[in-house]
């Protein structure tokens, strides 16, 4: 069964820092992979997604994925973070064959001034 | 920007009593989802809906639940006798082909 670990639970960031978010999966096959964003009260806002070709992807509000089968791993990024990006961030997996997402237990960002 | 709607925002009920909980899909897409998270604990799937039946479901999606699509822009999600554990935020969503899922902002179910 696939799986998404994002080791960090908690990650405090000064702003105007680099951010670097980590996700690994589990899946067989090639993934579909995604990140979304969950500000307080709010719902699930996608950031970006892997299908396939570059593995380098570029998503809204600045924040780019790189995907590395090598390392199963799918870490966002960020070069330099806002206050406005606190919030609860969320990797996911899709398994190619259906259309459910299974998702990680997500990683909080708290910005610093 | 489109949107996927959920009503009510914040719903409280007590234990036994039966809820649904509401959502208007995007308006050209075709497939549906209920997904849902309790405090603190990850985003789990609960059951997707294709062409007015269920194409996948979750372990968790038992007998109490259920899912309609009663009209062409609403789809429910009822609880027919709700307990304690199943207070979470519950998300629909939709999507016009399997990879594009917009989500709502969520419906909180507190059972009391």
């Known amino acids: 069964a696939q799986s998404v670990t994002q080791p960090d639970i908690h990650i405090t960031v000064s702003e105007g820092a680099s951010l670097e978010l980590r996700c690994n999966y589990s899946?067989?096959?090639?993934?579909?992979l995604f990140w979304y964003v969950q500000s307080p009260g709010q719902g699930l806002q996608l950031l970006l997604k892997?299908?396939?070709?570059?593995?380098l992807v570029q998503g809204i509000k600045g924040f780019e994925a790189e995907f590395k089968r090598s390392q199963s791993s799918f870490n966002l990024r960020k070069p330099s973070v806002h206050w406005s990006d606190a919030a609860e961030y969320f990797c996911?997996?899709?398994?190619?064959?259906?259309?459910?997402?299974?998702f990680g237990k997500g990683t909080m960002l708290l910005v610093s001034p | 920007e489109p949107e996927v709607t959920q009503t009510p925002s914040h719903q409280v009920t007590q234990m036994g009593q039966e809820v649904i909980l509401r959502c208007v899909p995007i308006?050209?897409?075709?497939?549906f989802y209920w997904y849902r998270q309790i405090l603190g604990q990850k985003v789990e799937f609960l059951v997707s809906?294709?062409?007015?039946?269920?194409?996948?479901k979750s372990e968790i999606f038992d007998d109490q639940f259920s899912v309609e699509r009663p009209d062409g822009s609403n789809f429910t999600l009822k609880i027919r006798s709700t307990k304690l554990e199943d207070s979470a935020m519950y998300f629909c969503?939709?999507?016009?082909?399997?990879?594009?899922?917009?989500f709502g902002s969520g419906t909180r179910l507190t059972v009391v």
């Open positions: 969503a939709s999507s016009a082909s399997t990879y594009g899922y917009t």
């Open positions: 899946y067989g096959a090639t993934p579909y």
């Open positions: 892997y299908f396939s070709g570059d593995t």
């Open positions: 996911a997996v899709m398994n190619s064959g259906y259309s459910t997402l299974t």
């Open positions: 308006s050209n897409h075709l497939y």
């Open positions: 809906f294709y062409n007015n039946e269920i194409s996948e």
